[in-house]
């Protein structure tokens, strides 16, 4: 007969180790989509073909071994990951009060301030990606603001701004909902919606409310409603597209017909965002409907993340970290914290590498990926971590997840 043998995990001591390793790279580090910053693809006529670049990106992407080295792709600082590094810190900053994640923070904002897109282009605060992005319906040249990355960098700063009384960071976080109204909002194809990107119409529903509930709580904090009743709009049209079982596909395009898991964990905590900024009990029936599909259809009992609807595979710590999120904003119940404790142990047995204080990337059913990837990777599991720790240590002290084992 074995014994079982209980072991304890520190996670607050866990998330601290994965912030010195990411603090020793300055916060930088590689991207699932860098690859276009290769010196040596920049060096040759290839760097002109839309064909070229994509399957380029996807090659690099997709290969279980870092080729980006080779590739002269130099690690960088990422806004959207830097946003998130942010948020984690303040999380980490409430429950400890140690002013060390206080000033990271700071230094962090002064950073992505200087990040700012071309403000005489766009008029507004917003912000893009470091790398050139190629996908299947458009490219994006660095440093062009997309709305997921605004959103992020947006929300990291106004909690920044309200924690140490700066107008300047709140004033700045608002502005980017003008440049979301103003770039983003677009009217075709009979749907209204915030587009990912300036002059392109690829509908997805993440983004699309994500820009809605950043435009309607500015809108609330500057007392416009003509913003409010835009990022409405907005948000009706992604609930009349939610299926009867409470899912939605990715977007609109052939190439969006897929459900997973993380994405609509965004759309379910956008929709929370905006029903609390609004105080409004209209999107109630959706947020239950799709998060009762979300618990029944991305979670293996044991807490396993899945990344889609019909399959589990591949792992993915961003789908780990998302469900932190989802299940606990989203969710109220008893077994939505338990599940959330399950989801952590899993990330945790499955995905951390401790000998290199990080989370891999992936893992499919027979190749693990363990590419260190600074927004992807890192930064959600960092954020994600501490915010779990916050909501532990808020409702019950400290906390120490067990795990079993043989």
Known sequence: MSSMLRTETDLPS????????????????YDPFDSLNSRVLQATPLKHSAFARLAWLQ????????????????????????????????????????????EEARQLADWLLTQNSDIAQWHHSCWGYHFDWQARAFYVPAGKPNIITTVYVARALYELGELISDPR?????????????????????????????????????NASLWGAAWCAFAGRQQNNDALVQQALKVARLSVSEQAEDGSWMYGARHHHQFIDGFHTGYNLEALCMLRDVLDSNEFDCCIEKGYRYYVSTFFEADGTAKYYNHSTYPLDMHSFAQAVFTLLKVGSRPEDRLLSDKVVQRAINLMYLP???????????????????????????????????????ATEGPFLIREKTQ
């Not at 090659?59 to 990951?81: A, E, I, T």
């Not at 709140?170 to 440049?179: G, R, V």
């Not at 992936?362 to 916050?390: D, E, M, P, V």
């Open 14 to 29: 866990l998330n601290r180790d994965l912030l010195d390793d990411i603090r020793a790279d300055n916060y930088a580090g």
């Open 59 to 102: 090659l690099n992407k997709r290969s279980p071994v870092n080729l980006r080295p080779f590739l002269m792709v130099p690690k960088k600082r990422n806004p959207k990951g830097i946003g998130l590094f942010i948020s984690g810190l303040l999380q980490d900053y409430r429950r400890t009060g140690d002013g060390f994640y206080l």
């Open 169 to 205: 960071l709140i004033e700045i976080a608002l502005d980017s909902a003008h440049f979301i109204s103003r770039h983003l909002y677009t009217e075709t194809d009979e749907r209204c919606f915030y587009a990912y990107i300036p002059g392109e119409n690829a509908f997805v529903h």
């Open 355 to 393: 000998q290199k204080k990080q989370f891999i990337y992936q893992k499919s059913r027979w190749i693990t990926n363990r590419i260190n990837y600074i927004r992807w990777t890192q930064a959600w599991s960092y954020y994600a971590l501490a915010f779990y720790n916050h909501h532990v240590a």
